[in-house]
């Protein structure tokens, strides 16, 4: 064991592993904290010019009632009557031409409609309908829910889809109280667990198929498709609930139990359970068990079997299928479309098929889809596993059968051979590994999360730019949802409009046209994705300087890294994804009454009100929590990366730590502000 140097000047981090620099920070920082916290407010922001689909007012004071500017307009002029004898007929009062524009509506500098407050009109409502809501819906609303009746009172009928509400971003106090336990325990950790480490891949775990009915049940050809029959029943159902349903989204069952639920649910699914949706995936069960043609004997699949092209691709097409559908979601406003929902299961279906038919194995989940990388990503943290018992029975055995497959079960679908496997990444649970294995080799476990991250584990480039990806996308998802993206993106279409007028004289690229929206999200949405990156490249090279080694390159510790990403990335998908799971719970609570938008009521709570499973501040308390703990997370999963990379360095370690400990300091304080901003969320239908 190395002994600590006694001269500062013989160690450069000697202050800060001192702990004196972990005091005079928080000294610091309470100070400015302090001042910050009675001078400003991080989560009020004024939302007027924002560009919402509803209202404005959920947040802001009402606006003067409209009859305050309508007397200027209504009533005749005096003089009319004493000159109206004389002349022709008077044209028609100007009441006979403001219908096509309702009371108090303008139109903004794109010509789009807005109402008084500045609710974006995007659907007109019958010409004789009164402003407002109606009467029942009030009365159902008061019953108990999250929605302020009196904000509608400038609206007829805006839209037919699901309305739009605006949540409060979580408090100042418990902003500044993560900001705070953020930086004090990055500079805790650092400063106590700056050792090397020289733990074997050993961690506490605990071996579910010791339990007899357990591991009978995972022998059996039936426990993949009796999981599976009815999570393909319901998927298919979903896809006809959302081609023939209403197409108004918050009286249809799909897009609310696909975006709202589903994709929600699934990552704390992944955190729990790892790679459990994998295991019941329905649009690779149709396409198996059509080709075996049995749902549990083992047959060779219908297949050209062809060698999945390894130049350079591996993950690409899982990336760039992961962005475009992020892009299609929120552009095409996928999740109030649902016909648009059936026909992306579809699509998944077809392409599950399709690969399956040309190439060998599944093609589509260890290479293609975007759920299983990202969901594969996610499960590195995930709790369940499936690993061997005894290296030496792995090394020793001559037929490979997890691998190959045998009568017993089909080959691994991803290509993972159990003796080398150490993380969960591409691992789908099927559980083929353990019917086949001769020597009962396989082990299902429950163990603490994040255990492959934590210790030495194969990396990958394509790997590392999906986690950087994961992490990007989930970020900018949070960030395309409050006000202040809607400032920035009219903000940007005004400045290249103006400036294509300058330069010109005419908009050229369409910006002012009707996709002039759809092109400048597109824009932000690249420049999201590419900027970060950017500045994560940065981040390596300034460690690979902070190190003062030559001999690992940016690549690698771009590559290296990248993992130590993923708790940060999963606590805050967890973290935003917690409210719409305690506050959007009640949508399904309805729409199982009426999945089809017909107007039924089966189960006598199709009008049953929208309320929250928890109360604000207990959700935002969870989402501080979650935050802190991914931080740390990622604080002790880079220390542990550096000093496998620096095993023979621990000053260089340290030193790389430490610049990776600041860049995670940024991202998590990202996390919490965009926690504090208002968000817009959908809603079902009032």
Known sequence: MQSRPEGGDEDPL?????????????????VVGLFWIVSDRVEARDTAKAVVLVHTALQAPPQP??????????????PVEDITPT???????????????????????????RTGTGALVLEEGEPDESLGLPTQQRKEIATGGFFDPGAFDDVKTVKKKAYVHLMPGIPNEAFFAGVVLILLLSFSLFERHG??????????????????????????????????????????????????????????????????????GLIFMVLLFGNLWCFMCPWTAIPDWVMRRSFTKVRPIASLAKKYPRFKLWMWPAIVLFAFITWLEIVFDAANRPWLTSVLGIFMILLSWALLVVYERKAMCRYVCYVGRVSGQYAMMGMI??????NDVCRQCATKDCYRGSPRGYACPTHEFMGAMNENQYCTLCTECVKSCPHDNIALNLRPSGEDVLHAHRSRSDEAYMALLIFI????????MIPLWMEWENALRTAIIDGQTALFGADLLGFAGSHGGTMTFTVM?????????????????????????????TRKLF?????????????????????????????????????LGWGHDFFGTARAPLTALWSPETIWYVQVALIVIGHIYGIYVAQRESNRLYADDRKAALRVHLVMMVGMILMSLLSLWLLAQPMFMRTADL
Not at 385 to 390: I, P
Not at 566 to 595: C, G, M, T
């Open 14 to 30: 000697a202050l800060l592993r001192g702990g004196r620099f972990a005091r005079w920070f928080a000294s610091s920082l309470a």
């Open 65 to 78: 009632p409209i009859e305050d500017i309508t007397p200027t307009r209504a009533p005749p002029k005096p």
């Open 87 to 113: 002349r022709a007929p008077p044209p028609p009062p100007i009441e006979d031409i403001t219908p096509p524009r309702k009371p108090g509506e303008t139109t903004d500098e794109f010509g789009r409609k």
């Open 195 to 264: 050792k090397r480490d020289k733990r074997a891949r050993n961690y506490w775990h605990l071996e579910l198929t010791k339990f007899a009915w357990l591991k009978r049940a995972i022998k059996s050809r039936w426990f993949q498709p009796a999981v599976q029959l009815p999570v393909v029943l319901g998927f298919l159902g979903v896809i006809v609930v959302g081609l023939i349903g209403s197409q108004e989204p918050g009286r249809n069952l799909a897009p609310v139990l696909t975006w709202n639920i589903w994709w929600i």
């Open 385 to 390: 596993e499936l690993r061997r018992r005894d």
């Open 473 to 480: 996308v989930s970020a900018f998802h949070g960030a395309a």
């Open 525 to 553: 949405m690249l420049a999201c994705i590419l900027g970060p990156a950017a500045i994560y490249v940065a981040l390596c090279w300034l460690m690979r300087l902070a190190s003062g080694r030559r001999d690992i390159t």
């Open 559 to 595: 590559v290296k890294f990248s993992y130590t990403l993923l708790p940060i990335a999963l606590f805050y998908h967890l973290a935003h994804n917690a409210v719409h799971v305690f506050w959007e719970w009640s949508k399904v609570r309805r729409l199982i009454s009426d999945p």
